[in-house]
């Protein structure tokens, strides 16, 4: 069984959390943020910030940590986590269906699998104190102590605006940009040296007025000759990393 590696450079987003503020309801919330989860683990980004922007940030950011906890975890391990009430609509999430999420019936040998407390969603408790094993044995339930290399999804941290402005790697998706694909060769050059952090404009637009002509040069517009008027923020990520995926392979 194959697990993916992480990227040899970092590839992260910067969202603000504004995006949340259109939502009514804890259901609109859940399924916003499991869009957001499913698209940036389906690219391998290693992690959204979040830009605390909003009047409701304090509650978002304690919603956004235990659905993103809770969505991480394998099912087996899913017991463990106390009940909250930020978690009532979690059955409604699109699975991330991370490789150490797919579970056999019977064990299989390249097998990753996460534990807690020697519970690793085997028959029998492991004596391990690491936080994953390799199964190397199907028939015995052999395995190996392993901290290895492998994608494991993304993480969160929350910031001042102020701070992803000072990153050397920003980059901004923008109508008003580049075109990604005639910058294939800039933006490669970009991530090779530093990793990228793309930053997707809040839902009141206007981001690059707000930031100055200095900026202009960080921008790229990911949807040419767009066919709607406005592309919603969570659109614009899975449009932008899906182009930056290609360029970067």
Same mark, same amino acid.
């Given at each position: 069984?194959?697990?993916?590696?992480?990227?040899?450079?970092?590839?992260?987003?910067?969202?603000?959390?504004?995006?949340? #503020?259109?939502?009514?309801?804890?259901?609109?919330?859940?399924?916003?943020?499991?869009?957001?989860?499913?698209?940036?683990?389906?690219?391998?980004?290693? +992690?959204?910030?979040?830009?605390?922007?909003?009047?409701? %940030? /304090?509650? $978002?950011?304690?919603?956004?940590?235990?659905?993103?906890?809770?969505?991480?975890?394998?099912?087996?391990?899913?017991?463990?986590?106390?009940? %909250?009430? *930020?978690?009532?609509? =979690?059955? $409604?999430?699109?699975?991330?269906?991370?490789?150490?999420?797919?579970?056999?019936?019977?064990?299989?040998?390249?097998?990753?699998?996460? @534990?807690?407390?020697?519970?690793?969603?085997?028959?029998?408790?492991?004596?391990? %104190?690491?936080?994953?094993?390799?199964?190397? #044995?199907?028939?015995?339930?052999?395995?190996?102590?392993?901290? !290895?290399?492998?994608? %494991? !999804? =993304?993480? *969160?941290?929350? =910031?001042?605006?102020?701070?992803?402005?000072?990153?050397?790697?920003?980059?901004?998706?923008?109508? *008003? !940009?580049?075109?990604?694909? +005639?910058?294939?060769?800039? $933006?490669?050059?970009?991530?090779?040296?530093? @990793?990228?952090?793309?930053?997707?404009?809040?839902?009141?637009? *206007?981001? &690059?007025?707000?930031?100055?002509?200095?900026?202009? #040069?960080?921008?790229?517009?990911?949807?040419? +000759?767009? !066919?709607?008027? #406005?592309?919603?923020?969570?659109? /614009? &990520? /899975?449009?932008?990393?899906?182009? $930056?995926? &290609?360029?970067?392979?």
């Amino acid at each position: 069984m194959m697990f993916p590696f992480p990227r040899y450079k970092p590839l992260n987003v910067a969202l603000f959390l504004s995006i949340f #503020d259109i939502e009514n309801s804890l259901l609109e919330i859940t399924l916003k943020l499991s869009f957001i989860l499913r698209v940036t683990n389906t690219f391998r980004v290693n +992690k959204i910030y979040w830009i605390t922007d909003s009047v409701n %940030s /304090a509650k $978002l950011e304690k919603i956004i940590k235990d659905i993103t906890k809770y969505a991480l975890l394998p099912p087996y391990l899913k017991k463990y986590v106390p009940i %909250s009430r *930020n978690l009532k609509k =979690v059955g $409604l999430m699109s699975p991330l269906a991370i490789p150490y999420h797919l579970i056999f019936k019977q064990v299989v040998e390249g097998e990753i699998r996460l @534990g807690f407390k020697g519970d690793f969603g085997l028959k029998k408790r492991i004596n391990s %104190s690491s936080k994953s094993i390799l199964i190397t #044995d199907s028939l015995k339930v052999g395995y190996i102590d392993y901290s !290895g290399f492998y994608y %494991s !999804g =993304v993480k *969160n941290e929350f =910031v001042d605006f102020n701070k992803i402005l000072n990153f050397d790697n920003l980059i901004i998706a923008s109508r *008003n !940009g580049k075109n990604p694909l +005639k910058a294939k060769e800039e $933006l490669a050059n970009l991530y090779s040296k530093y @990793g990228l952090t793309l930053l997707i404009g809040p839902p009141a637009g *206007n981001l &690059l007025q707000r930031l100055g002509k200095q900026y202009l #040069d960080k921008s790229y517009n990911f949807v040419i +000759k767009q !066919g709607v008027l #406005d592309i919603r923020a969570e659109e /614009a &990520l /899975a449009y932008s990393l899906s182009i $930056l995926n &290609l360029l970067l392979s």
